[in-house]
């Protein structure tokens, strides 16, 4: 029976049991879509990445595929972050990047001291909503603002009442940002819960596959957003994607495509920014650069939990 090098990574996170796990399995042949499911159901994890190198010897060059327990997702941040660990600092790569082909584009990972830079797309298209939910809209960043019913109830299961100040589309990622206000404290977005059942119910994923629930504090100390070094974080989030198969996710690299532009526009400010996903329990630290107008450089540590292998 054939086994194959499988590893568990926590990615986003400088010490091990936080940030966000990812397993990454070196199967050098391609398997049907079927089977990298069946794989990834039986992990259980927010995603599963299968690197597949373009020659049989590494995987220096290669495409990249992950899948939730449920659906295949077109870009992961973590178990990019992950794989990238995996093929540095486990199967000792030499080369200074990795390009991996995937369903968004290329993208670009190099080592940087102990950290990896991933240079993502930023999500560029977007649309704002009106809601009743909202009682006064403090920020005016998109013009269009149509109004969906199912937007205002997940509005009304994602945020304390009369928290949530602005609402935003990220179109390509299909990641819906709601922005609560800039007092909001780190316990009451701790206190959020994901209502998955309800959200499925209200929505068909058809729109949104993601929420992301955002502030940018204002006064982070006070407010509990600082670092163990005492350092201040720009801006915060967690995020729920039911629809993809997972109640909330701890660390979500792919969100930044969205927060990071989101955020710089917002803020009128170019960055650098330092964020912070608040997981319950976890949590995940992202450093998030802009290289150019399209692209983001999005910085992250990982750790080798688990060694194994799977016999298929």
Not at 167 to 176: M, N
Not at 270 to 287: E, L, S, V
Request: glycine content about 6%; hydrophobic content about 35%; overall charge negative.
């Amino acid at each position: 029976m054939p086994s194959y090098k499988a590893y568990l990574i926590d990615a986003f996170t400088d010490v091990k049991f936080a940030g966000n796990q990812a397993a990454v399995c070196l199967i050098p042949q391609k398997l049907s879509d079927k089977e990298y499911q069946q794989i990834a159901a039986e992990f259980n994890l927010s995603e599963t990445a299968y690197p597949l190198p373009l020659d049989t010897e590494n995987y220096e060059t290669g495409g990249l595929r992950w899948f939730t327990p449920t659906v295949e997702i077109a870009l992961c941040g973590h178990a990019t972050l992950a794989t990238s660990h995996v093929i540095f600092n486990e199967i000792g790569n030499k080369n200074p990047d990795i390009t991996f082909e995937t369903l968004s584009g290329d993208l670009i990972v190099r080592k940087h001291n102990d950290q990896f830079v991933m240079n993502f797309p930023q999500y560029k298209k977007w649309v704002s909503y009106e809601s009743d939910k909202i009682q006064n809209q403090t920020l005016n960043l998109y013009k269009n603002r149509p109004k969906e019913s199912f937007i205002d109830k997940i509005v009304e299961l994602l945020t304390p009442p009369g928290k949530c100040c602005y609402i935003a589309l990220a179109v390509e990622g299909k990641k819906l940002l709601l922005v609560l206000d800039e007092k909001t404290t780190k316990s009451e977005l701790l206190s959020l819960t994901h209502h998955s059942n309800e959200l499925l119910l209200a929505h068909d994923g058809s729109v949104v596959r993601g929420v992301v629930v955002t502030l940018s504090p204002k006064d982070p100390k006070s407010q509990g957003f600082i670092d163990a070094n005492g350092k201040s974080f720009d801006y915060v989030s967690r995020y729920f994607a039911p629809w993809a198969g997972v109640n909330e996710d701890p660390a979500t690299g792919s969100a930044q495509c969205a927060l990071g532009p989101f955020w710089s526009k917002a803020k009128q400010s170019k960055g650098p920014f330092y964020a912070f996903q608040c997981y319950p329990g976890r949590g995940a630290q992202f450093t998030i650069e802009f290289p150019n107008e399209d692209r983001v450089n999005i910085y992250g540590n990982a750790l080798t939990v688990l060694r194994g292998h799977i016999e298929l």
